[in-house]
């Protein structure tokens, strides 16, 4: 299985890509990730979702998993991305520590830095 995710603050069109928060748009940040997995039951599959940081309460941003139903396979495709989201329950961890600790659970960064 390959996995990857983009930190948005980080790539180069984050500025127009961003609404940094406020009442229509409160998302100040958000990490993608992308599963491939090769051998799936119907070939290959593709799972696309997101983390994004919401200003909810008070100054720091909690995250907020956010993914459509044909995606789901991944929780159990991908045990190490399940834990890690189970140790994380509850804490309000930012985007850079998050996406540190999806590097070390094996993801790539494919982030985008230059136009």
């Known amino acids: 299985m390959e996995l990857t995710f983009v930190h ?3 790539a180069w069109y984050a500025d127009a890509n961003l609404p940094r928060g406020g009442p229509r748009c409160p998302v100040v940040d ?15 599959q ?14 720091t941003p909690s995250p907020k998993l ?8 991944v929780f159990s495709a ?9 140790e994380l329950s509850g804490q309000d961890i930012q985007p850079a520590e998050f996406c540190a600790r999806l590097e070390a659970i ?5 982030t985008p830095r230059e136009q």
Not at 36 to 43: N, R
Not at 46 to 59: I, K, L, P, Y
Not at 66 to 73: A, I, L, N, T
């Open 106 to 110: 094996g993801f790539a960064d494919a």
């Open 78 to 86: 991908c045990q190490p991305l399940t834990a890690l989201l189970a």
């Open 30 to 44: 958000d990490v993608l990730l992308q599963a491939w997995w090769e051998e799936g039951p119907e070939g290959c």
């Open 66 to 73: 956010s993914m459509f139903s044909d995606s789901w396979w």
């Open 8 to 10: 948005t603050a980080d």
């Open 46 to 59: 593709q799972a696309d979702f997101g983390v994004e940081w919401v200003a909810v309460r008070g100054d």
